[in-house]
């Protein structure tokens, strides 16, 4: 029987972080509400200004920034989260971010979004082709979506007009094959994440979507309140449990629709395949038939080809990217010993925030016991530490503690000279 983890994760429009007081309030709602994955949109913050988000509980923090006025994303993770990073993707444009890893020793995938105002069906493939990429069966995508989905639900008062935004998102959810776990929880409850001061309006934008097969795992799915920012935070409780792949029907790719070369290619290979096959006495229903079967043995060989031709220019973009870090490490660490040359030896800031820098954290995140099982709950691992030293510090000897207590304490000062000399003959 596998184990199970539970983690509560929160998705969380935050209206710009970029004070430190509102920073600081944020950090002490999520750690007060406790929550061990936070998904964060409209950070506000640069890369530098990122990094002072892992402080206090959040042990791990991934970011995508665009401006220290605009956009921004961020997945915060609890330092006594056991998650294992294996890659990131950012968007360069703050939009979105991927996390790929494995969390308790599970794979796990997970998206933060915040899509632009109104949503373009261009930005939806990007998303969907990302996704694509690193998806697994344990894959969450949430943040701010920026539409409705249901206008007549999700949206006080129902707007007509904005009724069809949502559809391109649709479109792309059901591709990737990911459900709203809160109204499959809550499927005629009227609730909203978003406050329109402007308008005077309330909508359902904030989302969390997962793959249908592990709703089971779900534990509660709850929508919070609107009071540090416009944007009410959603909560998900979900029990981490490995999860073995479920063999789902293929689905046509229709984000590749805005690829004018499989455009040009996918109608020669129809006109090929009608000019060799349609003689006039082909049942049509047979006919069709085949046609579908030879489009999907296309798409998928097309789609294969476009996988490795990307990977190659993924390649070299990284070994690019790599001469150029190294060159800025370099760089960094010949500055970095020239201070260290002129200040190590004296009381000033630059020491001071060398200490600063320096937090160590002794939580141990796993732990196995003799029979080689996992542990993770800290109540667990501690009674793992305790058996361990009892077997340790107990004595092999079962006679041990017996002589021990019929050994007297005292003896008498006839004993302790020993023999008289007369005993000896």
């Given at each position: 029987?596998?184990?199970?983890?539970?983690?509560?994760?929160?998705?969380?429009?935050v209206?710009?972080?970029?004070?430190?007081?509102?920073?600081?309030?944020?950090?002490?709602?999520?750690?007060?509400?406790?929550?061990?994955?936070?998904?964060?949109?409209?950070?506000?913050?640069?890369?530098?200004?990122?990094?002072?988000?892992?402080?206090?509980?959040?042990?791990?923090?991934?970011?995508?920034?665009?401006?220290?006025?605009?956009?921004?994303?961020?997945?915060?993770?609890?330092?006594?989260?056991?998650?294992?990073?294996?890659?990131?993707?950012?968007?360069?444009?703050?939009?979105?971010?991927?996390?790929?890893?494995?969390?308790?020793g599970?794979?796990?995938?997970?998206?933060?979004?915040y899509?632009?105002?109104?949503?373009?069906?261009?930005?939806?493939?990007?998303?969907?082709?990302?996704?694509?990429?690193?998806?697994?069966?344990?894959?969450?995508?949430g943040?701010?979506?920026?539409?409705?989905?249901?206008?007549?639900?999700?949206?006080?008062?129902?707007?007509?007009?904005?009724?069809?935004?949502?559809?391109?998102?649709?479109?792309?959810?059901?591709?990737?094959?990911?459900?709203?776990?809160?109204?499959?929880?809550?499927?005629?409850?009227?609730?909203?994440?978003?406050?329109?001061n402007?308008?005077?309006?309330?909508?359902?934008?904030?989302?969390?979507?997962i793959?249908?097969?592990?709703?089971?795992?779900?534990?509660?799915?709850?929508?919070?309140?609107?009071?540090?920012?416009?944007?009410a935070?959603?909560?998900?409780e979900?029990?981490?449990?490995?999860?073995?792949?479920?063999?789902?029907?293929?689905?046509f790719?229709?984000y590749?629709?805005?690829?004018?070369?499989?455009?040009?290619k996918?109608?020669?290979?129809l006109?090929?395949?009608?000019?060799?096959?349609d003689?006039?006495?082909?049942?049509?229903?047979?006919?069709?038939?085949?046609?579908?079967?030879?489009?999907?043995?296309?798409?998928?060989s097309?789609?294969?080809?476009?996988?490795?031709?990307?990977?190659?220019?993924?390649?070299?973009?990284?070994?690019?990217?790599?001469?150029?870090?190294?060159?800025?490490?370099?760089?960094?660490?010949?500055?970095?010993?020239?201070?260290?040359?002129?200040?190590?030896n004296?009381?000033?800031?630059?020491?001071?925030?060398?200490?600063?820098?320096?937090?160590?954290?002794?939580t141990?995140?796993?732990?196995?016991?003799?029979?080689?099982?996992?542990?993770?709950?800290?109540?667990?691992?501690?009674?793992?530490?305790?058996?361990?030293?009892?077997?340790?510090?107990?004595?092999?000897?079962?006679?041990?503690?017996?002589?021990?207590?019929?050994?007297?304490?005292?003896?008498?000062?006839?004993?302790?000279?020993?023999?008289?000399?007369?005993?000896?003959?």
């Amino acid at each position: 029987m596998s184990s199970m983890n539970t983690i509560k994760f929160c998705t969380f429009n935050v209206k710009g972080i970029h004070h430190p007081i509102k920073r600081k309030k944020i950090l002490s709602f999520l750690k007060k509400d406790k929550i061990q994955i936070a998904f964060l949109q409209e950070t506000h913050l640069v890369a530098k200004e990122h990094i002072k988000l892992k402080r206090d509980w959040v042990g791990q923090a991934y970011y995508s920034s665009f401006s220290s006025n605009s956009r921004g994303v961020a997945i915060l993770i609890h330092k006594a989260t056991p998650f294992v990073l294996k890659a990131c993707k950012k968007d360069p444009d703050g939009r979105h971010i991927i996390v790929h890893g494995t969390v308790y020793g599970v794979e796990i995938t997970m998206t933060n979004t915040y899509a632009p105002s109104p949503p373009s069906c261009s930005f939806w493939t990007r998303v969907g082709t990302d996704l694509e990429e690193y998806k697994c069966p344990l894959t969450l995508l949430g943040g701010d979506f920026n539409c409705s989905l249901d206008h007549k639900l999700d949206r006080t008062p129902t707007d007509a007009h904005k009724a069809n935004m949502g559809t391109s998102l649709v479109k792309m959810l059901d591709d990737v094959n990911l459900i709203d776990i809160w109204r499959t929880l809550n499927p005629s409850v009227r609730d909203f994440t978003f406050y329109s001061n402007p308008h005077n309006s309330y909508s359902r934008i904030d989302y969390f979507f997962i793959p249908p097969q592990i709703t089971g795992q779900v534990n509660t799915c709850s929508i919070g309140s609107i009071h540090i920012s416009d944007h009410a935070p959603v909560y998900l409780e979900m029990n981490i449990c490995d999860v073995t792949a479920s063999t789902r029907r293929w689905r046509f790719p229709s984000y590749i629709l805005n690829d004018k070369d499989f455009k040009k290619k996918m109608e020669a290979e129809l006109d090929l395949f009608f000019d060799i096959n349609d003689n006039g006495e082909t049942n049509p229903e047979n006919l069709w038939e085949s046609a579908k079967a030879y489009i999907r043995g296309f798409i998928i060989s097309y789609m294969s080809h476009r996988k490795r031709t990307n990977f190659i220019k993924t390649q070299a973009i990284r070994a690019e990217l790599n001469s150029v870090l190294n060159e800025k490490a370099s760089t960094f660490l010949f500055y970095q010993k020239q201070r260290m040359y002129e200040y190590g030896n004296k009381p000033s800031k630059y020491l001071a925030r060398l200490l600063n820098q320096k937090q160590t954290y002794n939580t141990i995140a796993g732990i196995r016991d003799s029979e080689g099982k996992r542990h993770f709950d800290r109540k667990n691992i501690s009674s793992v530490f305790v058996s361990f030293y009892k077997s340790l510090n107990k004595s092999e000897n079962k006679n041990a503690i017996q002589n021990i207590t019929q050994t007297p304490l005292y003896t008498t000062a006839e004993e302790q000279a020993g023999p008289r000399l007369s005993s000896l003959y």
